[in-house]
């Protein structure tokens, strides 16, 4: 067996049952920040709602409309504080630009959403996002992670149709775009599947909601990465061919982003529950949600992975030559020692050859 096939292994069992826990364990415990600091200060839900909104959307539209201000601001300063606390706010924006979105969607459903509505939804949410050409921009780790080592890519956040600054208004509406379109159409999209995925999943079960959910999350995840290489290929014989280059990358991330809704269902089901089993308390405070989030953020941040909590700017569908718009990267050990890996392979190439 080869190195990297080794470490492929070990990367996907760390990306699947660490980092993918401890991303669910960061957005439980934010939820239940931003539940407490917000939504139990404000009487009205919806009004909660849109501060949640603008506050998020705020975030994410400094961190693209500035972001080259940012990365000279960065310069003179600690790297590795300011990057962690970009990673930091950036995903609190992110959730909580998530979090209005579901209680917006869920106030104009109102209770009892019907399977067809959501169904319908999340089905016009993802065919806005290909229209658009931006299907790229929904899926998350476990099918790809982010590890904290590219200092020169830190700050970026590309605006989706990629209008330079020097062109002050279409740059202003590319990222009004990004930040307030995509960045909204993707978690209704995230939102409303998982809500029919909820409805099909033995409703009536929870234990086996949550396991089924879990286990055909992680198999689905299993079987787009395997068959990534494949896409890949025939991205690059179709790259003179845009739209069915586009089609064909947006359907397998459309297949793998399914996978990774399923996991994260079952896996925040999981979380949840032990959440509630095991509370933490400061008196008579509860107390649970608050470590959640700091915990998980430092113990992601420790393993150079805080990166896979944040989503910023936007990739456009087809727009990347060799395959690179259905390639996403699962390495996370391999991406430290890829000298090595790469050295060991062709050793074993080698000695094939001498044979």
């Given at each position: 067996?080869?190195s990297?096939?080794?470490?492929c292994?070990?990367?996907?069992?760390f990306?699947?049952?660490l980092f993918?826990?401890?991303?669910?364990?960061?957005?439980?415990?934010?939820y239940?920040?931003?539940?407490?600091?917000?939504?139990?200060?404000f009487?009205s839900r919806?009004?909660?709602?849109?501060?949640?909104?603008?506050?998020?959307?705020?975030v994410?539209?400094?961190?693209t409309?500035w972001q080259?201000?940012?990365r000279g601001?960065?310069a003179?300063?600690?790297?590795?504080?300011?990057?962690?606390?970009?990673?930091?706010?950036?995903?609190?924006a992110n959730?909580?630009?998530?979090?209005a979105?579901?209680?917006?969607?869920?106030?104009?459903a109102g209770?009892?959403?019907e399977l067809?509505?959501?169904?319908?939804?999340?089905m016009?949410?993802?065919l806005i996002?290909?229209g658009?050409?931006?299907?790229?921009?929904i899926?998350?780790?476990?099918?790809?992670?982010?590890?904290?080592?590219?200092a020169?890519?830190?700050?970026?956040a590309?605006?989706?149709?990629q209008y330079?600054?020097?062109?002050?208004f279409?740059?202003l509406?590319d990222t009004?775009i990004t930040?307030l379109v995509?960045?909204?159409?993707?978690p209704l999209?995230w939102?409303t599947?998982?809500?029919?995925?909820?409805?099909?999943l033995?409703?009536d079960?929870?234990?086996?909601s949550m396991a089924?959910?879990?286990?055909t999350?992680?198999?689905?995840v299993?079987?787009?990465s395997l068959?990534?290489?494949?896409?890949?290929?025939?991205?690059i014989r179709?790259d003179?061919?845009?739209?069915?280059?586009?089609?064909?990358?947006?359907?397998?991330?459309?297949?793998?982003t399914a996978?990774?809704?399923?996991?994260w269902?079952?896996?925040?089901?999981?979380?949840?529950?032990l959440a509630?089993e095991?509370p933490v308390y400061h008196g008579?405070?509860?107390?649970t949600g608050?470590?959640a989030h700091l915990?998980?953020f430092?113990?992601l941040s420790?393993c150079?992975v805080?990166?896979?909590l944040?989503?910023?700017?936007?990739?456009?569908d087809?727009?990347?030559a060799?395959?690179v718009?259905?390639?996403f990267s699962?390495?996370?050990?391999?991406h430290?020692?890829?000298?090595?890996?790469?050295?060991?392979?062709?050793?074993v190439s080698?000695?094939?050859?001498?044979?």
């Amino acid at each position: 067996m080869k190195s990297r096939t080794k470490f492929c292994i070990v990367d996907a069992f760390f990306n699947c049952f660490l980092f993918t826990p401890l991303v669910l364990l960061f957005w439980y415990g934010t939820y239940a920040v931003i539940d407490l600091v917000v939504f139990d200060f404000f009487s009205s839900r919806l009004t909660a709602a849109i501060v949640t909104l603008v506050f998020g959307a705020a975030v994410e539209f400094i961190v693209t409309y500035w972001q080259d201000a940012l990365r000279g601001w960065s310069a003179s300063r600690g790297f590795l504080l300011v990057s962690r606390f970009y990673n930091y706010l950036l995903a609190c924006a992110n959730i909580c630009h998530y979090r209005a979105v579901e209680e917006l969607y869920n106030q104009w459903a109102g209770d009892g959403i019907e399977l067809t509505t959501n169904l319908q939804t999340a089905m016009t949410a993802i065919l806005i996002l290909w229209g658009m050409r931006a299907g790229r921009n929904i899926t998350a780790i476990p099918f790809a992670i982010t590890v904290d080592t590219d200092a020169d890519g830190w700050f970026s956040a590309p605006t989706l149709y990629q209008y330079p600054a020097s062109r002050p208004f279409f740059y202003l509406v590319d990222t009004l775009i990004t930040v307030l379109v995509v960045w909204t159409l993707g978690p209704l999209h995230w939102i409303t599947l998982g809500y029919v995925f909820d409805a099909t999943l033995f409703p009536d079960n929870f234990t086996l909601s949550m396991a089924v959910s879990c286990i055909t999350g992680y198999l689905s995840v299993g079987f787009f990465s395997l068959l990534q290489d494949r896409v890949k290929n025939l991205s690059i014989r179709y790259d003179k061919s845009i739209a069915v280059k586009i089609l064909l990358e947006d359907l397998f991330i459309f297949g793998a982003t399914a996978g990774v809704i399923l996991t994260w269902k079952g896996v925040g089901m999981a979380v949840g529950t032990l959440a509630r089993e095991f509370p933490v308390y400061h008196g008579a405070v509860d107390v649970t949600g608050v470590y959640a989030h700091l915990v998980s953020f430092v113990l992601l941040s420790v393993c150079y992975v805080s990166g896979s909590l944040v989503g910023k700017g936007a990739d456009m569908d087809g727009s990347n030559a060799e395959g690179v718009g259905v390639d996403f990267s699962r390495a996370y050990f391999a991406h430290f020692f890829e000298d090595y890996i790469r050295r060991s392979d062709e050793e074993v190439s080698d000695q094939k050859k001498t044979r």
